[in-house]
């Protein structure tokens, strides 16, 4: 499998953030971004999360899951929305309901997609936020 290296983009970084205390939901992710030219970082919970990003991780974009462990990503989106009001968060949630991406919105999150999360909507949602390059591996 070919390593995820950085590459120069239009961000100020190289890295996704995907915030996800399921791991084979953060695997999955992963291995869809297999291919993009990112560094690939991993919090298990909304806290691990708010952390990284106050504690000054470079980070170019947030893939969050609404629920989570110690802080929910409802949570999770408006403390790191104080400190890095610029990072875009997109909302992760197996439980799409009515009004569910209306609420994400409201809270904070930049986009909102559902699980099982399909690559080309996850790429087209991502591409609005940061560029993308990909190897041909």
Not at 21 to 41: C, E, H, M, R
Request: charge should be negative; charged fraction near 25%; hydrophobic fraction near 40%.
């Amino acid at each position: 499998m070919p390593e995820i290296t950085p590459e120069n983009t239009h961000s100020k970084n190289n890295s996704i953030l995907i915030a996800e205390d399921d791991t084979s939901n953060f695997l999955l992710l992963k291995v869809y971004l297999k291919n993009a030219k990112y560094d690939i970082l991993h919090a298990h919970d909304g806290q691990e999360a708010i952390d990284m990003v106050t504690n000054n991780t470079p980070v170019s974009l947030i893939l969050m899951d609404i629920k989570m462990p110690i802080k929910n990503g409802f949570q999770a989106v408006k403390e790191i929305k104080v400190y890095k009001p610029d990072i875009p968060i997109i909302a992760l949630t197996a439980y799409a309901m009515s009004g569910d991406r209306d609420k994400a919105l409201k809270a904070g999150f930049d986009e909102y997609i559902a699980k099982p999360v399909s690559k080309d909507d996850l790429f087209e949602l991502i591409s609005k936020y940061i560029s993308i390059s990909k190897t041909n591996n």
